[in-house]
């Protein structure tokens, strides 16, 4: 069974992601008011589970970073559930272990941290100490399938919801994970070169991060605003 993989952004016209630099709203509407039409659409999905990146989380939601101390790899790649039933579930991919737990400002969601075998005892410990499941994502944290496996066998987690940032994107977008593209498109611009943008493969000049896959359209909406809401499907070819 293959999980479904929806990638869910809001970006200005050229694809620029970061709020902060995009041209204000023609209306005056700050981000914080449009961004709740956003969240809006995202839990009308119905996901198992939202998927961020780590820089993500640091930034919206959990901003303190571990203390490392140098501490010696573990040896232990053992999958760790902690789930409380009654909460939504975001997971983050933080391969080297940098998010701290210690204050979540009152973040109450599960998290999954997909994790790469650097990590030391001491971080698996505050994260069990913190109610944080985790995975071990290959040696690099870095194998999307291999995590996304885990999810749906683990954790029977089958369909999430990826809101980037444009490196995690990327990154699902090479591994030929993603199923489908839900894009909100801000009336405003960016307009410089190699700003982050949704999709921001961390790949050689040469490479394709999208060969082999086509859009297939699916719909296109007006939202309120000047928001138009676009959705494809990703098909192999």
Same mark, same amino acid.
């Given at each position: 069974?293959?999980?479904?993989?929806?990638?869910?952004? %809001?970006?200005?016209? =050229?694809?620029?992601?970061?709020?902060?630099?995009?041209?204000?709203?023609?209306?005056?509407?700050? %981000?914080?008011?449009?961004?709740? @039409?956003?969240?809006?659409?995202? +839990?009308?999905?119905?996901?198992?589970?939202?998927?961020?990146?780590?820089?993500? /989380?640091?930034? !919206?939601?959990?901003? &303190?970073?571990?203390?490392?101390?140098?501490?010696?790899?573990?040896?232990?790649? #053992?999958?760790?559930? *902690?789930? =409380?039933?009654?909460?939504?579930?975001?997971?983050?991919?933080?391969? &080297?272990?940098?998010?701290?737990?210690?204050? *979540?400002?009152?973040?109450?969601?599960?998290?999954?941290?997909?994790?790469?075998?650097?990590?030391? +005892?001491?971080?698996?410990?505050?994260?069990?100490?913190?109610?944080?499941?985790?995975?071990? &994502?290959?040696?690099?944290?870095?194998? @999307?399938?291999?995590?996304?496996?885990?999810?749906?066998?683990? !954790?029977?987690?089958?369909?999430?919801? /990826?809101?980037?940032?444009?490196?995690?994107?990327? &990154? !699902?977008?090479?591994?030929?994970?993603?199923?489908?593209?839900?894009?909100?498109?801000?009336?405003?611009?960016?307009? @410089?070169?190699?700003?982050?943008?949704?999709? +921001?493969?961390?790949?050689?000049? =040469?490479?394709?991060?999208?060969?082999?896959?086509?859009? #297939?359209?699916? *719909?296109?909406?007006?939202?309120?605003?000047?928001?138009?809401?676009?959705?494809?499907?990703?098909?192999?070819?």
């Amino acid at each position: 069974m293959k999980s479904k993989i929806i990638c869910h952004m %809001m970006s200005s016209v =050229d694809g620029g992601l970061l709020p902060e630099r995009l041209s204000k709203h023609f209306r005056g509407k700050s %981000m914080d008011e449009l961004g709740e @039409l956003y969240f809006q659409l995202g +839990d009308n999905f119905q996901c198992d589970a939202l998927l961020v990146g780590r820089n993500t /989380l640091n930034e !919206f939601f959990i901003p &303190a970073i571990f203390a490392n101390n140098n501490y010696q790899p573990t040896e232990n790649f #053992e999958t760790h559930i *902690s789930i =409380d039933e009654g909460k939504k579930t975001t997971i983050v991919l933080d391969s &080297a272990g940098k998010t701290s737990y210690e204050i *979540s400002n009152d973040y109450d969601n599960n998290i999954i941290a997909i994790l790469g075998e650097q990590v030391s +005892d001491e971080y698996l410990s505050h994260l069990r100490n913190h109610n944080v499941s985790y995975l071990f &994502a290959g040696k690099d944290g870095n194998d @999307l399938t291999l995590a996304v496996d885990k999810l749906r066998l683990e !954790f029977n987690i089958n369909n999430l919801l /990826l809101e980037g940032g444009g490196i995690i994107n990327g &990154a !699902f977008l090479k591994a030929g994970l993603i199923t489908e593209l839900s894009l909100m498109i801000y009336p405003g611009i960016d307009g @410089l070169k190699g700003a982050p943008t949704i999709f +921001d493969y961390l790949g050689t000049q =040469d490479e394709l991060p999208a060969f082999g896959q086509a859009l #297939e359209y699916i *719909s296109t909406e007006v939202l309120e605003d000047g928001i138009v809401w676009i959705r494809y499907n990703f098909h192999k070819i």
